[in-house]
C-alpha cells in the first residue's frame, strides 16, 4: 500500500514537472514568434528604406551631368587642393574657414601624420 501511494505520488511530480516544463517551452515559443514577427517588419522597413535610397541616388546619377554638376558638388575639393600639384592654396583668403579644418596635418615627404590638435578644450579630439 505504500509502495502505491509513493509510486502515485511520484507520476503525480512527473506530471506537474512536465507541464510546468511545457508551459514555459509554450510561453519561450511566444515570446519568440512576437519576436521573429517584430524582426521581420524591421527587415521590411529597412529594406523599404534601402529600395527608396537607391531610387534617389539612380535618379540623382541619371540627371547627373559632370560638366554641369562637378562645379556645384565639388566645389570644396576644387578649391582647396591644387589640381597640379596638391597643394592647399593658402593664398586665397576665402579659405581660411576651409583651412582650420585641415589644422593638425602635418606631412613630412608627402606622408600624412596625425598630430593633436592644439588649442582644443578637449584632450581626445584628433584630426588627420
Known sequence: MAEKRRLKKEIKQREESYLARLKKWEDREKRRAKQYDKDEEHEAQRQKTIAREAKKLRQFLEDYQDERDDPKYYKFVFS????????????????????SCLNGVATTNGSARRTRRTGTTSARRWRR
Not at 81 to 99: F, H, K, Q, V
Open 80 to 99: 582647396i587642393y591644387n589640381r597640379e600639384n596638391g597643394e592647399i592654396d593658402s593664398m586665397n583668403p576665402s579659405l581660411t574657414g576651409a583651412l
